[in-house]
T-cell receptor, first 109, second 112 residues
Framework: KNEVEQSPQNLTAQEGEFITINCSYSVGISALHWLQQHPGGGIVSLFMLSSGKKKHGRLIATINIQEKHSSLHITASHPRDSAVYICAVDGGSQGNLIFGKGTKLSVKP | NAGVMQNPRHLVRRRGQEARLRCSPMKGHSHVYWYRQLPEEGLKFMVYLQKENIIDESGMPKERFSAEFPKEGPSILRIQQVVRGDSAAYFC??????????FGPGTRLTVL
């Protein structure tokens, strides 16, 4: 069993839909990261969370430390949101990340 | 304020050659992390360095791979005697102490 599990693995949505991507982890962490990887391959850090909720534009990330679960929400999805979304946890004392396998999101116009 | 820079962006090597991948962290960042993304797989941690020190190399293959982050200049990930299985995207990230990591654009290594 992977230390970081994401669901769904693939997600297709229509433009405008509300999207939720889930992440569960099995290790103790100091922070959880949500990353976005575009088809060109570059990686952008979206959020770093240690508790509660963060919002940036149409993106919302939440974390429940007790349940070891985080969600990434996208409101009013757009085709430009199409990308792979990766959950990663910072569990060690050194800060190196453990990654989920990613969720491939495709938003259709 | 330039982001994390990696070069080259694409690197082609023949089996047995050496590959050198460079990473220049964001200004003011003294922590560098290297990650590898094999085709159709997730990202995996390789090594964590601070200036002139390797802090954690638990993700590095035992042979042929080495990394450094000298006092001056970029961090270097070196792969000796490359094999086809080394073909992957190699990303570096930099951070302040325990802060959010900023990723570079990656170097895509192809071994022929």
């Amino acid at each position: 069993k992977n230390e970081v599990e994401q669901s769904p693995q693939n997600l297709t949505a229509q433009e405008g839909e509300f999207i939720t991507i889930n992440c569960s982890y099995s290790v103790g962490i100091s922070a959880l990261h949500w990353l976005q990887q575009h088809p060109g391959g570059g990686i952008v850090s979206l959020f770093m969370l240690s508790s509660g909720k963060k919002k940036h534009g149409r993106l919302i990330a939440t974390i429940n430390i007790q349940e070891k679960h985080s969600s990434l929400h996208i409101t009013a999805s757009h085709p430009r949101d199409s990308a792979v979304y990766i959950c990663a946890v910072d569990g060690g004392s050194q800060g190196n990340l453990i990654f989920g396998k990613g969720t491939k999101l495709s938003v259709k116009p | 304020n330039a982001g994390v820079m990696q070069n080259p962006r694409h690197l082609v090597r023949r089996r047995g050659q050496e590959a050198r991948l460079r990473c220049s962290p964001m200004k003011g960042h003294s922590h560098v992390y290297w990650y590898r993304q094999l085709p159709e797989e997730g990202l995996k941690f390789m090594v964590y360095l601070q200036k002139e020190n390797i802090i954690d190399e638990s993700g590095m293959p035992k042979e042929r791979f080495s990394a450094e982050f000298p006092k001056e200049g970029p961090s270097i990930l070196r792969i000796q005697q490359v094999v086809r299985g080394d073909s992957a995207a190699y990303f570096c990230a930099s951070s302040l102490v325990r802060n959010e990591q900023f990723f570079g654009p990656g170097t895509r290594l192809t071994v022929l």
